[in-house]
């Protein structure tokens, strides 16, 4: 039996999969299998896999389309080897991925979660930065920390982990809508069994688009927002340590997720907003500060980018103007 499976859930994966799954395959390392979950793929996907004809690969087809909460939570059904990473279809995983991890492991058995240093590319694949450097050893709560203080970058590629945990915790919360903070939650549960390790070296490219802010819906974004608090409170009751990380760090998670929910509610039209708005979202976020912190004082607004925000937010014609200004300036406005 193989140590590692790599598993690739995919729908019409176009030429990303094709990178993505090539650099699967040329492991240095050859102890894993590659499974891959496809979503009834119309765009020649699957029929590109099996043409690849590689004992290492196993495919479970869906019978039906799926949502993607639904085919990322097929994980849990499938046959795996000990430790499983997880891997979206336009990234890729530099030849030494699994010697990295495979160092880890070895040194640190005892940890529940693994993962490498790695680099951002954009959709053509040039490289945009690193990503922020990480210790080799974190705590739980020492990961909870980074994460509220945003002293970290968090990504759903390049994390390893045992299967058997993985099922122990129900996989990736499928409840989050479009998974949207799903992986976070799942991290933190890992981690709150031991501790993560991260090697120094550069595993892999996660790559990010120019419309990655604009994929998933306003109000999917903002329930799946909500049920990480709501998750995080949870957390606090569990365990009296992360209950004082929580309160000491959650308004720094509150705000810097403010001012980029904020921007997308920015460059929505009213009409597809379903009755959200910037101020009505505001509202909501400090009802998020007394819950986790008991601060009933939080005040967003004392954030320029955010009280710029919803001044255009309020009036229609600032609206649309912005709205003008978004097809031909790309880059978010509120940093």
Same mark, same amino acid.
């Given at each position: 039996m193989k140590k590692f499976s790599i598993i690739l859930p995919v729908r019409n994966g176009g030429e990303y999969v094709k990178e993505c799954v090539k650099s699967i395959l040329s492991q240095k390392l050859n102890n894993f299998n590659l499974l891959?979950?496809?979503?009834?793929?119309?765009?020649?996907?699957?029929?590109?896999?099996?043409?690849?004809?590689?004992?290492?690969?196993?495919?479970?087809?869906?019978?039906?389309?799926?949502?993607?909460?639904?085919?990322?939570?097929?994980?849990?059904?499938?046959?795996?080897?000990?430790?499983?990473?997880?891997?979206?279809?336009?990234?890729?995983?530099?030849?030494?991925?699994?010697?990295?991890?495979?160092?880890l492991i070895n040194k640190f058995p005892d940890a529940?979660?693994?993962?490498?240093? *790695?680099?951002?590319?954009?959709? +053509? $694949?040039?490289?945009? %930065?690193?990503?922020?450097?990480?210790?080799?050893?974190?705590?739980?709560?020492?990961?909870?920390?980074?994460i509220l203080q945003n002293n970290i970058d968090i990504v759903g590629t390049g994390f390893m982990m045992r299967s058997k945990e993985y099922d122990e915790l129900g996989g990736i919360p499928i409840t989050y809508p479009n998974l949207l903070f799903a992986d976070f939650e799942l991290w933190l549960n890992l981690t709150t069994k031991n501790y993560k390790v991260t090697s120094p070296a550069e595993g892999f490219y996660f790559r990010l688009h120019q419309s990655a802010t604009t994929v998933s819906s306003d109000i999917?974004?903002?329930?799946?927002?909500?049920?990480?608090?709501?998750?995080?409170?949870?957390?606090?009751?569990?365990?009296?340590?992360?209950?004082?990380i929580i309160k000491s760090n959650a308004d720094t *998670?509150?705000?810097?997720?403010? +001012? $980029?929910?904020?921007? %997308?509610?920015?460059?929505t039209p009213v009409e597809k907003r379903k009755?959200?708005?910037?101020?009505?979202?505001?509202?909501?976020?400090?009802?998020?500060?007394?819950?986790?912190?008991?601060?009933?004082?939080f005040n967003p607004l004392a954030e320029p980018t955010i009280l710029l925000a919803k001044l255009i937010d309020s009036n229609t014609l600032t609206r649309k103007l912005f709205l003008s200004f978004k097809k031909i300036y790309k880059n978010p406005l509120l940093k």
């Open positions: 891959v979950l496809d979503n009834c793929s119309t765009d020649g996907t699957l029929q590109w896999i099996k043409s690849l004809n590689d004992e290492r690969i196993i495919i479970y087809p869906s019978t039906a389309p799926l949502s993607i909460e639904e085919n990322w939570g097929r994980i849990v059904t499938i046959q795996k080897n000990e430790y499983i990473t997880l891997i979206g279809h336009d990234d890729i995983l530099k030849p030494d991925y699994l010697n990295l991890m495979n160092d529940t979660l693994y993962q490498s240093h *790695f680099a951002y590319i954009n959709s +053509k $694949g040039k490289n945009i %930065r690193s990503c922020k450097p990480m210790n080799e050893v974190e705590t739980g709560t020492e990961f909870l920390r980074s999917k974004m903002q329930h799946a927002f909500e049920k990480f608090i709501f998750y995080l409170e949870n957390l606090k009751k569990r365990n009296s340590s992360y209950n004082t *998670f509150i705000l810097n997720s403010c +001012k $980029g929910l904020c921007h %997308r509610l920015l460059r009755n959200l708005s910037v101020k009505i979202f505001l509202k909501q976020c400090k009802k998020y500060s007394a819950l986790l912190t008991g601060n009933k004082n």
